[in-house]
């Protein structure tokens, strides 16, 4: 990826789809998606990005938080986040 | 490979059941139940409500609803299902249901059906329910309606069914098996493939609310159960029984006073569907949450739950298939530590299939 697509991509809001119904129940997130009457159960860190995805946050302030919370450098955080993104788009889980 | 739809089904069974055992052991209440009416446009013969309450009482306005689903979702409510009576004869359920749905609460709908024309139908596909369940008597108008004792009721909930599965809405259709309907239960199971939807059957007949227990003489016979099980339920399941669950979830017979909570029409809070002791109402309650950790009605439920195994199933054979049931023990027997006939009954024919199947390596 280029510097500026990267830049871009940052400056993203992800939103999550507003169909989902969710709870953080110890520390792990299920989503209730009732338009493909799934649920779904993400992993800690991927609650926590879920968490963060509430239609005003930037990939880049996701990132930051991540990197705090977990420790891990700003080049991990990005590829997390954006392969989680990534993922759970693919899984109708996000607002087109 | 690309993922089966069959396999997308379990995998959403497998985090649903996930979900239920973690509000289960951390004791948060994953499903709430509200009766937003006790009115209905049926007469069901074993309906377990009774409407002789209902005198001077005021159902719940859609502004009290919108305060108790607050409430419910801060004390970690992830489903919510609207019921009855039946809810859709509320004038005003879009709005009860539109509430819920502003709270980020995944909607389940019980209804019968009768109401739900075309133009109905896609007022509920715009809810996005996760689920409409409907119940089904029988499999033709003179077995349905000999249940819901109205003419012409068993066309209108196939009707209903094809106006939501056309517009793709999940449906589940739900049939407690009965004197009436214990020879039709693969013509049912037709119904349900045929129309793109989800069957279960109870076969648990509940007593009515006040403790009468006339309902349960419908109950069907110990060969019709035995034939259920053995036969009909393992073709349902594609060829699969049930697992007899041996977890690590904090052992209670049932989610009472842990997993889910019920709300009648007037806003008053009970443990279950079933047990019917009230514990406050929504409508004067300020803090839900002290309610929920506190109440000594729900901590004596939550207690009678977790005593279950040790007072009654480990004493009888087959205790670990039984679905027991301590409200309806309660009601039948006067005592929620009382075997009741249809548990140990059920049970029994259960484990035989259970182990019959396993012998057959299924």
């Known amino acids: ?96 | 490979m690309t993922q089966k739809p069959h396999e997308k089904r379990e995998e959403t069974k497998n985090a649903y059941l996930r979900a239920m055992e973690k509000g289960w052991n951390k004791r948060i209440p994953v499903a709430a139940h509200f009766e937003v009416t006790f009115r209905c446009n049926h007469d069901c013969v074993f309906c377990y409500n009774t409407r002789e309450d209902e005198a001077g009482k005021t159902e719940m306005s859609v502004s009290d609803y919108r305060r108790a689903f607050k409430m419910v979702k801060e004390l970690g409510v992830l489903f919510v299902t609207l019921t009855g009576g039946e809810p859709l004869l509320r004038k005003d359920f879009f709005e009860i249901a539109g509430a819920a749905k502003e709270e980020a609460l995944a909607l389940r709908i019980f209804t019968n059906g009768y109401l739900i024309d075309e133009e109905m139908a896609a007022r509920i596909k715009k809810l996005v329910p996760f689920e409409v369940e409907m119940s089904i008597h029988g499999h033709n108008a003179e077995t349905h309606e000999k249940v819901t004792r109205v003419k012409g009721s068993f066309d209108t909930l196939l009707q209903a069914v094809d106006n939501l599965r056309k517009l793709d809405v999940k449906v589940n259709l739900k049939s407690i098996i009965t004197r009436f309907n214990e020879d039709e239960l693969e013509g049912i199971v037709e119904i349900a493939k045929q129309k793109g939807c989800s069957i279960t059957f109870d076969p648990v007949i509940s007593p009515r609310d006040n403790g009468e227990l006339s309902p349960i003489q419908y109950a069907t016979d110990e060969e019709h159960l035995k034939k259920f099980w053995v036969e009909i339920y393992p073709k349902m399941r594609n060829s699969l029984l049930a697992p007899v669950v041996e977890d690590n979830c904090v052992w209670a017979v049932c989610g009472i006073g842990r997993a889910s909570i019920a709300i009648d029409p007037y806003g008053d809070i009970f443990p279950c569907l079933q047990w019917r002791e009230k514990i406050g109402n929504i409508k004067e309650v300020a803090d839900l949450k002290d309610l929920w950790h506190n109440s000594a009605v729900l901590n004596k439920v939550r207690g009678i739950a977790m005593r279950v195994k040790e007072e009654v199933l480990d004493k009888v054979e087959y205790g670990n298939f039984c679905s027991y049931c301590p409200a309806v023990a309660r009601q039948v027997t006067g005592d929620p530590f009382k075997l009741y006939p249809q548990a140990i009954e059920n049970a029994r024919h259960f484990a035989v299939a259970y182990e019959t199947a396993k012998k057959k390596g299924k």
């Open chain 1, 1 to 96: 990826m280029e510097r500026n697509d990267t830049v871009n991509i940052k400056m993203v809001i992800p939103k999550r789809n507003h169909d989902a119904a969710f709870r953080v129940i110890d520390g792990e997130a299920v989503v209730v998606l009732p338009s493909r009457s799934e649920v779904k159960i993400l992993s800690e860190v991927g609650s926590r990005i879920w968490e963060l995805m509430d239609g005003k946050t930037t990939i880049s302030q996701i990132c930051e938080t991540i990197c705090m919370e977990y420790d891990v450098s700003p080049e991990t955080a990005l590829d997390d986040v954006l392969n989680f993104i990534k993922e759970i788009g693919d899984e109708g889980m996000l607002e087109s």
